[in-house]
């Protein structure tokens, strides 16, 4: 079963704007990783962000990490319509390095 | 960087038919390999772990029987929906771990519809 749920399920913003998405599991993590999926596209590997660390950029992507909240976030500023898309958490636990995905927000980026 | 390829990128077939999947690091060697299932509007799903030369491992509530996996080399790992259904039918993802690199790097996707 899925570990993660994240929120929104759906967003729309207008371009320029900022764009947050939560995201929240269950058990602990090695390291947690954010993804985006373009419409019956695979995933694209956006940032990783690791058990010992708080906050992580990357371009105009920000995510914070709050292990003990169980919980993470990606902010994405100064949105563009290219960044329409689906963004998904997911957590690795470790040593299998096997991904359990959350359930995913929708992001529609209006020009 | 680190490319993953899946074919075919799309498939029709007729219940009952069987369905092989191919994945392939195309640029890197890959030890393990993951599949994944994705319905629509949904999350994706882990179905198995694959390591070259040894059986795969599969998640809870897959059958290993009806979703074979064979990863023969360690850049190509095929997915074989033996006996497909219409419910079968979805989005199968994979993707290849490099080495101790934590990323996994996905393919692009093979969208299977059962009729």
């Known amino acids: 079963s899925q570990q993660g749920e994240e929120d929104p399920q759906a967003l729309s913003i207008q371009e320029g704007e900022n764009a947050t998405m939560n995201c929240s599991y269950k058990?602990?993590?090695?390291?947690l990783q954010w993804y985006r999926q373009n419409s019956g596209r695979g995933l694209v590997h956006l940032i990783l962000?690791?058990?010992?660390?708080r906050e992580k950029h990357s371009g105009r992507l920000r995510v914070t990490l709050d292990t003990s909240k169980k919980s993470s976030s990606l902010l994405i500023t100064a949105s563009r319509a290219a960044d329409t898309a689906s963004y998904f958490c997911?957590?690795?636990?470790?040593?299998?390095?096997?991904?359990?995905f959350g359930s995913g927000t929708q992001l529609t980026v209006l020009p | 960087g680190a490319v993953v390829s899946q074919h075919p990128s799309w498939v029709i077939c007729k219940s009952g038919t069987s369905v092989k999947i191919e994945c392939r690091s195309l640029?890197?060697?890959?030890?393990?390999m993951f599949w994944y299932r994705q319905f629509p509007k949904q999350s994706l799903m882990l179905m198995a772990t694959?390591?070259?030369?040894?059986?795969?491992?599969?998640e809870q509530g897959v059958e290993k029987d009806k979703f074979l996996i064979n990863h023969a080399s360690l850049t190509l790992s095929t997915l074989t929906v033996t006996s497909a259904h219409p419910e079968d039918s979805s989005f199968y993802i994979c993707?290849?771990?490099?080495?101790?690199?934590?990323?996994?790097?996905f393919g692009p996707g093979t969208r299977l519809l059962v009729l």
């Open positions: 993707s290849a771990l490099q080495g101790a690199v934590e990323t996994q790097y």
């Open positions: 058990t602990s993590i090695n390291n």
């Open positions: 962000i690791r058990s010992n660390e």
């Open positions: 997911a957590t690795d636990p470790g040593s299998a390095r096997q991904l359990t």
């Open positions: 640029d890197f060697q890959a030890t393990t």
């Open positions: 694959s390591n070259e030369g040894s059986k795969a491992t599969y």
